[in-house]
């Protein structure tokens, strides 16, 4: 909390001596806490954006979704594993497609 009062201070001391009043100040305050919101926002949204003045090459390429859907996958086979022929589904299946996404081992 000193490190806020300190630069507030310094701002205020900044605009006193220019003369600036106290509603102007509290507007420059807004729009320089809005301008750095807004650019840790677009930091955090393009940095696995390889095209991006942020890009980060350590966090871009973890396969979130990916992971994601994996895990849901194994649940659901281990569900299946579980469970008996009857209680797979409702009514008689007419077409059963599979298309593997990923690579499993014994599944």
Known sequence: MKFGNRLL??????????GVSRPLFGAYLAITSF???AALYVRHI???DPGSVF???GTAYTPIYSAFRQQQAERFIE????ASP???????AKLCVG???IARDGA
């Open 86 to 92: 009857y209680d797979l589904g409702h009514g008689v």
């Open 99 to 101: 298309v593997p996404s």
């Open 9 to 18: 201070r310094i701002y205020a001391s900044l605009f006193v001596r220019s």
């Open 55 to 57: 890009f980060d090459p």
């Open 46 to 48: 393009s940095s696995r």
């Open 79 to 82: 569900a299946a594993n579980d």
């Open 35 to 37: 301008m750095f919101i």
